[in-house]
C-alpha cells in the first residue's frame, strides 16, 4: 500500500510539473566552499527527490514574521547551521515552506528568514509553494549555509526555486529580512 501511494505521488508530481517551469532545469552543481548542491536532469529522477525531501506528509502550522529580532547564531562546531530566506517582496503574504528529508523545517514570506542546524552529511531539501523545488545538498560541521528561495509569479500564487548562496552574497541579503518562526499545530 505505501508503495502505491508512493507512486501515486510521484505521478502527481509529474503532472503538477509538466507545465511550463518559468525556472528551467538546472542540471549542474550550485554552491560554494565544499558544499555543493544538485538537481537531477531528468523529471522521473527529479520526481523521486521531490518524494525523499517533501515527504508524502501535509503539515497544519502557524507562522509569525518578528519583527524586532533578528538572531544570527553562531554555527555549532559538529553540526551545519542552514538560513533559509525569500529576499524579496514579490508573493509577500504567500508562504514558501522548507523541508529536509521530508521533515517540514519552517516557512518564509516576502523579506523574511529562518534557520537551524543539520548534522553533517547528504541532505535533500525542498522549498514548497504553488510547485515543489528540490536539491540535494552535502553540509559539513561547522559550515554555515545560504539558502534562498527565489519566487515568481505563478497560476494561483507564487512559485519558488531554491538556490545556494555564496556566504558574502548570504549575509548581505540576511541584514534587511525578518525572523520567521514556524510552528506545527497538535
Not at 544570527?72 to 529536509?100: F, Q
Not at 531554491?162 to 556566504?167: A, G, I, R, S
Request: contains cysteine.
Amino acid at each position: 500500500m505505501k508503495d502505491l501511494l508512493l507512486l501515486f505521488a510521484c505521478v502527481i508530481v509529474l503532472t503538477a510539473t509538466a507545465a511550463v517551469d518559468g525556472f528551467g532545469q538546472d542540471t549542474s552543481g550550485v554552491g560554494y566552499g565544499n558544499g555543493v548542491a544538485v538537481r537531477p536532469n531528468n523529471e522521473p529522477d527529479m520526481a523521486a527527490l521531490r518524494v525523499k525531501a517533501c515527504g508524502t506528509q501535509s503539515v497544519d502550522y502557524e507562522a509569525e514574521t518578528h519583527k524586532d529580532q533578528h538572531p544570527t547564531p553562531e554555527v555549532p562546531a559538529d553540526k551545519a547551521l542552514i538560513y533559509v530566506m525569500r529576499t524579496t517582496i514579490i508573493g509577500y503574504k504567500i508562504h514558501s515552506k522548507l523541508a529536509v528529508g521530508g521533515k517540514w523545517m519552517g516557512t518564509n514570506r516576502g523579506k523574511t528568514y529562518f534557520f537551524f542546524n543539520l548534522d553533517p552529511g547528504e541532505h535533500h531539501f525542498c522549498s514548497e509553494s504553488e510547485n515543489q523545488d528540490a536539491m540535494t545538498m552535502y553540509v559539513e560541521p561547522g559550515k554555515t549555509y545560504y539558502l534562498q528561495q527565489q519566487v515568481k509569479a505563478g497560476m494561483w500564487k507564487a512559485r519558488t526555486k531554491l538556490e545556494v548562496l555564496n556566504e558574502v552574497k548570504g549575509k548581505e541579503e540576511l541584514k534587511d529580512l525578518n525572523l520567521s518562526v514556524f510552528t506545527v499545530k497538535k
